[in-house]
Each structure stands twice: as structure tokens, then as C-alpha cells.
């Protein structure tokens, strides 16, 4: 139990070691001369000052909260770089962010788990599919440069497309937060940026975790990852099984780079860091980089029940040769006319500040083509004119018979 004040005492006291006077202190932590004479008198600081005031009084939130200082012999969580009290009140900010009306969501933070209801009567022989997903090195240049909210939405809208494309529709989301010290306004960004995701993809996030790792990672750097649980019918599973000679492959136009080829962008700003503020269509740079990767789920579910989709792929790292192949069966080969790619302003911006050749873009990006679908000939129109109600597409192949997956003809025009 908290003895006020003994608390008092040691701030009064501590503050004077310091040669301090209240008012000084005061200005200091820009609160008024009342509250600090209010603190030495046995009212105590709310959670987020006792973190201020105890760097200002070079001691630790513990050391306040016990009204001592403890001797160099003792140890404490908060001198290894962890204040409880500040972490619990950051989980009770999250709360918020966790609430739901899904019925399924059975418990919130708090817990020692989540609990989901995985009751799916209408759902003939369901299959749960699964999935982890870190926004890479996209996210150093997000928390560079302002884009906490939006770096939550790449990672959740990657995750989701990542499931969506085999038929998939998303329940759960789990995240988890890495970080040397935790900065409350900041995580509370993160949290809901990734709620903000989740409510879009129609899905809920159910929890996760925030790991304060002092002296593991530095200070100011956060690192993300999060895991994603959704629900098919065995039947209705879309894996490229049924993909045959004749089917036409469609290409669904993406915003960006979505979550990849970042290594090699920051490499060009290292060594051209003029680019950031370069103007491309009405944008910088940075502003064209830094959109959200284009969340596909919605478009899918539109074309959900069309017979004749054999296949579908998302299209991340690897670009359309690294990611299109998973879905072709042995035998057969997805022949692709690059002059019918419609790559973005963007990507024309980097290849030609890079002076990087095709092949090396096709590899690294998408070049403009997020999501590749193989439809049948006969319902090719139809799938056409529903996706295009979300997004841009077209036809840019067809599958042949082939012992090589990918088949590259024609030239992308940059």
C-alpha cells in the first residue's frame, strides 16, 4: 500500500538535493506551482507526470512510489528501463481501441489470451486460415517521418490480402509492438492505426502484445509484426489447383510500392536525398512512398461465388514472377505481355533516378499490378467490371503450356 506521505517526503527532499525550488520545478515539468506543492503536501502525481518527475529528480518511478531512494545493492525493474506504472497506463489507453460489439470476441484486455468463438454453422467444413506479416523496412521510414497510423494500415492490409486471395475471409487480428522504451503517444498511435485497419478490413483486433526490451532495442525504435486468423469453406479454397491452359490472367492496379522495395528506396535517398521533396503528379516523394499498400479484401468479396477463379495472388516481395507462380499448377505457365502493365508515376520516377533496369524493378516491386487473378475466358468480363468498381483492371496474360512458371514478352513502358 502507497504511503502518501513518505511519497511527499522524498519528492520534497529530492528536490531540494537538487538545489531546486518548487516553482522551478514547476516550470521545468510545465505544470503549475500548486500541483508541485500539492505533491509534497500527499496528493501524488498522475501516472504520466511520476515518469516526468522522477527523471527531473534523477531517481526512478519505483524509488518515488516507495518513498525512498534505493542503495546501489538494490535492483529494480525501473532501473533496467521498465516503469510498470507507466506501462499498465498505457495498456489502459489500448482498452479503447480493443473494445468491440463482435459477439465472438469473448473477453478483452486483461486476459492471459484472447478468446474467439469459432462457431460457424452456416460455414460447410471451415478451415482456419493463418498468417504473420511485418510491414519491413517501410516502417523506419514511417516513424521518421510522421506516418505511425498509416504504417498500421500497410501491416494489417498485407496481412488481410495475404489471406483474401485464397478465398479467406479475415476474423482476428493479434499484433505485437518491440521497443526499447515505451513513448505513450506513439503506442496509442500504433494501437489505433491497427484497430482503424481492422474495423476497415471487417475484422476485429482482439489483442496482442507490447514488449518494452531495454538494451535490446534502442531507444526510439519500434518494430511491428502482427498475425492474422480467417475462416473458409474447404470447397470454396482458392489455391490454383483448378488453374488450366486457356485461362486469362488479370492484373488489379495497385496505389504504390505498398510494403515493398523499401531497402533498395532508402538506399536512392541515402544517395540522392534531394528526391524526398521531388514532386511526382501533385506529390513528393515521401507523400507517394509512404501510401497505405491498397487493401484488396472488399474488391475480392465482390467477386466471391463467380465460378471460373482458379487463382489468385498477391503480389509483395518478388513481384509478379516471385508471386504469381504459386498459384500455376506444374505443366503450365502464365505468359505475360509487359507492355500491357500500367506501372505508376512513381515507380517510372524510380527506375529512371536509379537508372535500374526492368528486370531488377520487376523483381523488386510491383511495378503497379498489387493483386494477379486467373479467371476462366468466359468470366473474365464479369470479374473485370466488379473489381473495377474498387480498382483499375485488366488483362495482361494467359496461361499456356509450359515448364517455366512465368513467361515474360514485350517491354514495360516506363
Same mark, same amino acid.
Given at each position: ?8 517526503? !522524498? ?58 531512494? !534505493? ?16 506501462? #499498465? ?62 504504417? $498500421? ?15 479467406? *475471409?479475415?476474423?482476428?487480428? &493479434? ?6 522504451? *515505451? ?19 471487417? $475484422? ?19 518494430? &511491428? ?25 488479370? *492484373? ?32 513528393? !516523394? ?70 535500374? #533496369? ?20 468466359? $468470366? ?35
Amino acid at each position: 500500500m502507497l504511503d502518501n506521505q513518505k511519497i511527499a517526503s !522524498f519528492i520534497a527532499n529530492k528536490r531540494k538535493e537538487l538545489d531546486m525550488t518548487q516553482a522551478e520545478a514547476a516550470q521545468i515539468l510545465n505544470v503549475s506551482f500548486q500541483a508541485v506543492s500539492k505533491w509534497e503536501n500527499g496528493t501524488l502525481p498522475n501516472v504520466e507526470m511520476l515518469v516526468e518527475l522522477a527523471a527531473l529528480l534523477n531517481v526512478s518511478v519505483d524509488e518515488i512510489l516507495a518513498g525512498r531512494e !534505493f542503495n546501489n545493492e538494490n535492483f529494480s525493474y525501473s532501473k533496467a528501463g521498465v516503469d510498470i506504472c507507466y506501462t #499498465d497506463a498505457i495498456k489502459k489507453d489500448m482498452a479503447k481501441f480493443l473494445k468491440t460489439e463482435n459477439p465472438r470476441v469473448l473477453n478483452g484486455l486483461g486476459a492471459f489470451a484472447s478468446l474467439y468463438d469459432i462457431s460457424f454453422p452456416e460455414i460447410q467444413d471451415p478451415v482456419l486460415v493463418l498468417k504473420s506479416e511485418e510491414p519491413g523496412s517501410k516502417q523506419k521510414l514511417a516513424l521518421e517521418y510522421g506516418y505511425s497510423k498509416s504504417i $498500421c494500415h500497410d501491416m494489417v492490409n498485407h496481412l488481410v490480402n495475404d489471406i483474401a486471395v485464397m478465398g479467406a *475471409a479475415p476474423l482476428a487480428i &493479434l499484433d505485437t509492438i518491440v521497443c526499447g522504451s *515505451a513513448e505513450k503517444d506513439t503506442i496509442n498511435s500504433f494501437i489505433k492505426g491497427i484497430s482503424d485497419a481492422c474495423t476497415e478490413n471487417d $475484422c476485429v483486433l482482439a489483442g496482442g502484445e507490447t514488449s518494452i526490451q531495454p538494451n535490446v532495442v534502442g531507444n526510439g525504435v519500434y518494430i &511491428l509484426t502482427s498475425s492474422i486468423a480467417g475462416i473458409v469453406s474447404r470447397k470454396n479454397i482458392i489455391d490454383g489447383s483448378s488453374t488450366k491452359e486457356g485461362d486469362i490472367v488479370l *492484373a488489379v492496379a495497385s496505389n504504390g510500392l505498398h510494403t515493398n522495395g523499401y531497402s533498395l528506396v532508402r538506399l536512392l535517398m541515402d544517395k540522392m536525398p534531394g528526391i524526398k521533396l521531388d514532386k511526382i503528379n501533385g506529390e513528393t !516523394f515521401i507523400e507517394q512512398i509512404m501510401k497505405p499498400h491498397t487493401p484488396y479484401y472488399k474488391a475480392i468479396k465482390n467477386i466471391s461465388g463467380i465460378p471460373g477463379i482458379h487463382g489468385m495472388a498477391h503480389i509483395t516481395g518478388g513481384g509478379i514472377e516471385g508471386n504469381l507462380c504459386r498459384v500455376i499448377p506444374d505443366g503450365l505457365g502464365a505468359e505475360i505481355d509487359l507492355s500491357l502493365l500500367k506501372p505508376l508515376p512513381v515507380f517510372s520516377y524510380i527506375q529512371k533516378a536509379g537508372n535500374i #533496369d526492368t528486370k531488377e524493378m520487376l523483381t523488386t516491386f510491383n511495378c503497379g499490378a498489387g493483386l494477379n487473378i486467373i479467371v476462366s475466358k468466359d $468470366c473474365k468480363d464479369k470479374v473485370i467490371s466488379r473489381i473495377k468498381k474498387f480498382y483499375d483492371c485488366y488483362e495482361i496474360g494467359s496461361i499456356i503450356k509450359s515448364n517455366k512458371k512465368i513467361l515474360f514478352r514485350g517491354n514495360v513502358t516506363w
